[in-house]
């Protein structure tokens, strides 16, 4: 694919700053575009290394305003999407799952439609690339994989707003040709992630030596992906993938929530200097999280197979090297676990 003008949405997020900085320092002859509205989870100090870079543009924008979107793909007629923007944690959800409806199917449905407005009468060269979640299909039981031809069965707010976002995209690729690829990848860690989610939450919490909050009995398995990783299949499918194809991404990695706890816990007090078992202590059984998916696990035999992608970092690696990023960059931390996120936390784990 010869693209010249890339949208990558939510760039400034977890996922989207690592895609944002492989897609800048590996294609120079990229302009790559950076489109975010800077919600909480939005942070452009995650690109301080690559914003003066010159095939780098960041767009300050809510891709839910349709006008604004049309506009903008007017203005520079991008070639290639890859859409990650997105509201993207389940217990916010819960609490407000109108703001997920809003920005994770009204907003990809803005972007599709000034797409499609855009190339419909030639094709040719374009592609739109939805970066989506294996929470579409729903739980699994003790035993088997999601693949591909999985059925969907969303459970919460978020996976049901993704679910529908993933349908619409197929919905433009049947009824208007778009040449569309989604990829459902597991559950991300690694650096720049932010903490109200579980690895980086309790990473900062054995830091500061509050409560663990472990949701039920803990007995909740995640199959965990470093990010990095994601960011080279999402460059991968973007260049290789088929048109109109799904591709399963996950870590061949399943862990019990309560069994990565207890190595974090682990590896947290021999980097602190803390007794073995200090850590461990700070673990709080708390009420569940309602709907809660018993288990997530992905087969990726399709990418692995097709693109020859698989990751390449072990999970001890991985974890070690995403310890080490939290400590180097305390200042980051500092500054995104002060002012509204306490507010957030406060009222989350009011009970914790
Ligand atoms: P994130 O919450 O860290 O980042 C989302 C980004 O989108 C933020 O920068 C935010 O400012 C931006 N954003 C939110 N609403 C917007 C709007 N209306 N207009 C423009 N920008 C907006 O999310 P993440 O964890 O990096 O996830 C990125 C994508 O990958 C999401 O689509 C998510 O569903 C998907 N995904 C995430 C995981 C995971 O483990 N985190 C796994 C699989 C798939
Ligand atoms: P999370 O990181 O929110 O990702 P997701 O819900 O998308 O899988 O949660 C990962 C697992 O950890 C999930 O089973 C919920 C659990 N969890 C806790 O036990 N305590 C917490 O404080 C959080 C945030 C998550």
Not at 53 to 82: A, M, Q, S, W
Not at 237 to 265: Q, S
Request: proline share 4%; with cysteine.
């Amino acid at each position: 694919m010869d693209s010249k003008n890339i949208l990558i949405t939510g760039g400034a997020g977890f996922i989207g700053s690592h895609v944002v900085r492989l897609f800048v320092n590996t294609y120079p002859e990229y302009r790559i575009f950076n489109l975010d509205a800077l919600t909480y989870a939005g942070n452009l100090e995650n690109l301080k290394d690559i914003q003066e870079k010159p095939n780098y543009t960041f767009v300050h924008g809510d891709i839910t305003d349709i006008d604004f979107i049309k506009n903008l793909f007017c203005e520079h007629r991008f070639d290639g999407v890859i859409h990650l923007a997105a509201e993207s944690h389940v217990d916010r959800s819960i609490t407000d799952p109108l703001a997920f409806a809003k920005t994770n199917i009204l907003g990809t449905m803005s972007l599709l439609n000034a797409f499609k407005e855009l190339w419909q009468d030639n094709w040719e060269g374009k592609r739109f690339y939805h970066v989506s979640t294996d929470e579409v299909y729903g739980t699994l039981g003790e035993t088997g994989l999601f693949t591909e031809e999985t059925s969907y069965d969303p459970n919460s707010p978020y996976s049901a707003s993704k679910a529908s976002s993933d349908h619409f995209v197929r919905a433009y690729a049947e009824t208007y040709g778009m040449p569309i690829v989604i990829s459902n990848c597991s559950n991300n860690y690694g650096p720049n992630h932010f903490p109200e989610k579980l690895i980086p939450l309790f990473i900062n919490n054995i830091i500061n030596e509050k409560p663990l909050p472990v949701y039920g009995d803990g007995n909740y398995t995640r199959d965990w992906l470093y990010v990095i990783d994601h960011a080279r299949a999402i460059d991968l499918v973007f260049h290789k993938g088929e048109n109109r194809e799904t591709y399963n991404i996950g870590g061949f990695n399943e862990w019990k929530n309560i069994d990565l706890v207890k190595l974090l816990c682990k590896l947290m007090d021999a980097k602190l200097g803390r007794e073995e078992g200090a850590s461990e202590k700070l673990i709080t059984y708390v009420k569940d999280r309602p709907g809660h998916d018993l288990r997530y696990a992905i087969d990726a035999s399709k990418i692995n197979r097709e693109l020859g992608w698989k990751p390449s970092v072990t999970f001890e690696e991985g974890l070690a090297k995403t310890i080490d990023w939290y400590f180097d960059n305390k200042e980051w931390l500092h500054n995104v676990t002060t002012g509204t996120y306490q507010e957030y936390y406060d009222k989350q784990y009011q009970n914790a």
